[in-house]
């Protein structure tokens, strides 16, 4: 799954990046941190507990916490988190 | 520095959605000191969401929903309502105590009256695979393409049941992607029967029509009476498989069809929330109609709880505009209860608000019954599917612990951790309640979880916020 952000008719913010697991990723301020992954094609995020099957952003309004990722050492909600410039997230060991 | 700051008021408002923004606006307009809480950053709730700051509908682009949005949160500006974003509310307590976190740490409100309007979260029964990335909520989806301008997939499946089907395909075709099909439970018949209801909308059913030619237009097969059975890929959603099923959304045998998608939006309707009212331990009774558990109101949204009042989807789910009426209500309930509208005065502007709701009465009857609970689909559910996504716990794990004696949900949640993982069985409450249900008889003799605080899981750093040592109020030490 990669989400596509729409060619026309949405103004974006200015270009950000941010890293996931050291790979450098390209996103828009004022977009979330489980959209600008999905834009990126990032869809696993992590494991879950008993299985260890992957899992990746479901409700997008913080409910599910199946977006759970570590963003600069502290486990977040990325649907809940805007992405900026800088931003460190973790999958390694999540997923 | 981030100490509690207590703030006073006369009524708290959590949500501002329609329905708490409605409530608040009306019981300021009377001469209460309000404060509207909000976990989003700006208010507007699901329907009328505002993308981000740094993004925007282009001009050109705007909808119905992106005006009425503005008009509410300019309504809320020119108020004297004390807005307050960002704030997520993880407890409520006494009458009335308010925490909410906030980007400065906890923050405390105090308010003798409290109106809950938190909204609904989505219905979905599970099915195989149904935990693979790439599949998400239909209101997840709307999400999405509102407020982040993006398409789910390159190749979605939309499925699941109500209006919100045909917005969310419509939208990704509007927006230049591809559905590979829209998958609805429902069929022909019943969008007809429901069709004088929507017409109370005449609008909406504009719109709705609109959305259904775009969807003929580019040709996206349309699958009445069919549901999802199963999505399949090795680490993710690759192949979206669908089966004819009965007026109960039960399969039905036939043929399957099977659509390669890397995306599959699904939903089966709106649960309401009504989360405060538990915690608070208000009165609730099992209105199927309504979505779910309800809390026990009069028509003004007042609750069993003295002060409280619970509105809009998160008490009965029945859509924007009956939110929007049912606040408005509410605000002036808690005006007068507070002795600032005269009853006369009260009576005379609440009727022409009850009016209008009971217009609405017909349209939320018929969103209702398209979303309704379908108790057949959790019976059809296999015994391998998982249900509780926070903890693996699958349908037959659940069937051991019935037989071992769990008679309500919250025994249900002892024996099998299902619903105390981290999403505090938001996702999985309704399927294991609807399983439990069919052996022990009703929905009633279940039950719903006991409310416990947080609401929402809190970072212990968010609730310390960033302080220093210094600003910490330290008693001098008695002397020796
Ligand atoms: C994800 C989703 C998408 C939807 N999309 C549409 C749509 O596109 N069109 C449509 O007609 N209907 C949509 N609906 C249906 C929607 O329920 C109603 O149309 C309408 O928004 C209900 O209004 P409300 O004021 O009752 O609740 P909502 O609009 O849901 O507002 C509730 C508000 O409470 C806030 N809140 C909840 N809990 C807390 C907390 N603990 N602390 C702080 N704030 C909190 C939420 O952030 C939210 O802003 C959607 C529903 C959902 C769940
Ligand atoms: S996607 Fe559900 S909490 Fe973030």
């Keep these: 799954m990669t989400a596509l952000r729409f060619a026309g008719g949405f103004e974006r913010g200015a270009t950000v990046t941010f890293h996931v697991d050291g790979a450098a990723v390209r996103a828009h301020s004022g977009e979330t941190l489980a959209a600008a992954l999905l834009a990126a094609g990032v869809v696993a995020l992590r494991r879950s507990p008993?299985?260890?099957a992957p899992r990746g952003a479901y409700c997008f309004m913080g409910v599910c916490q199946e977006c759970v990722v570590r963003v600069d050492g502290a486990l977040r909600q990325s649907c809940q988190v805007a992405v900026v410039d800088g931003l460190s997230v973790e999958l390694r060991g999540a997923v | 520095m981030a100490l509690p700051k207590p703030h006073e008021a006369d009524l708290v408002v959590i949500g501002a959605g329609p329905a708490g923004a409605a409530a608040a606006l009306a019981a300021s307009r009377a001469g209460l000191s309000v404060v509207l809480l909000d976990e989003a950053a700006s208010p507007g709730g699901q329907v009328y969401r505002a993308p981000p700051a740094g993004l925007s509908v282009s001009p050109g682009k705007r909808g119905p929903d992106d005006d009425a949005g503005d008009a509410l949160r300019a309504g809320i500006a020119a108020s004297s309502v004390v807005w307050r974003g960002s704030a997520r509310v993880w407890s409520v307590s006494g009458a009335f105590r308010v925490d909410a976190v906030t980007p400065s740490g906890n923050e405390s409100f105090f308010a003798p009256r409290l109106v809950a309007a938190t909204g609904a979260h989505e219905r979905l029964v599970p099915f195989p695979g149904w935990t693979k990335p790439g599949v998400i909520g239909l209101a997840a989806a709307t999400i999405l393409l509102k407020s982040q301008g993006m398409i789910p997939g390159r190749r979605s499946v939309v499925a699941g049941c109500g209006p919100l089907l045909a917005?969310?395909?419509?939208?990704?075709?509007?927006?230049?992607?591809?559905?590979?099909?829209?998958?609805d439970l429902s069929g022909p018949g019943d969008w007809l029967r429901a069709l004088p209801g929507l017409a109370r909308r005449p609008d909406l059913l504009r719109q709705g029509l609109g959305w259904a030619l775009k969807l003929g237009a580019a040709r996206v097969p349309v699958l009445f009476r069919h549901g999802v059975v199963a999505v399949e890929g090795a680490e993710a959603c690759e192949r979206v498989v669908a089966a004819p099923v009965d007026t109960e959304g039960r399969p039905r045998g036939g043929s399957l069809r099977g659509f390669e998608a890397d995306a599959l939006a699904i939903g089966h309707g709106l649960v309401p929330g009504a989360e405060i009212t538990k915690l608070l331990r208000a009165r609730h009774h099992f209105d199927p109609a309504a979505g779910g558990w309800t809390p026990v109101r009069d028509a003004f949204g007042r609750c069993s709880v003295a002060g409280l009042y619970a509105v809009g989807d998160g008490a009965a789910v029945a859509g924007a505009e009956p939110a929007r009426l049912s606040g408005q209500l509410a605000g002036l309930a808690a005006a007068h209860d507070a002795g600032r509208i005269p009853l006369e005065a009260f009576e005379r502007e609440a009727a022409s608000v009850r009016a209008g709701l009971a217009r609405m009465s017909a349209f939320a009857g018929a969103v209702g019954r398209l979303m309704r609970p379908r108790p057949a689909m959790v019976e059809a559910i296999a015994p391998e599917t998982v249900i509780c996504r926070c903890e693996d716990v699958t349908r037959s794990e659940i069937e051991t612990a019935i037989a071992e004696g769990a008679r309500d949900i919250n025994q249900l949640k002892h024996f099998t951790r299902c619903g105390m993982g981290p999403c505090q069985?938001?996702?999985?409450?309704?399927?294991?309640?609807?399983?439990?249900?069919?052996?022990?008889?009703?929905?009633?003799?279940?039950?719903?979880?006991?409310?416990?605080?947080?609401?929402?899981?809190?970072?212990?750093?968010?609730?310390?916020?960033?302080?220093?040592?210094?600003?910490?109020?330290?008693?001098?030490?008695a002397p020796l």
């Design chain 1, 50 to 52: 008993r299985d260890g």
């Design chain 2, 167 to 183: 917005a969310v395909a419509a939208k990704i075709v509007v927006a230049g992607g591809a559905v590979a099909a829209v998958v």
């Design chain 2, 425 to 477: 069985g938001r996702m999985c409450g309704e399927t294991a309640a609807g399983l439990l249900a069919l052996q022990v008889g009703s929905r009633e003799e279940v039950g719903y979880w006991t409310g416990r605080p947080p609401l929402r899981p809190v970072p212990l750093a968010d609730l310390l916020g960033r302080f220093d040592y210094g600003d910490i109020p330290v008693p001098t030490p």
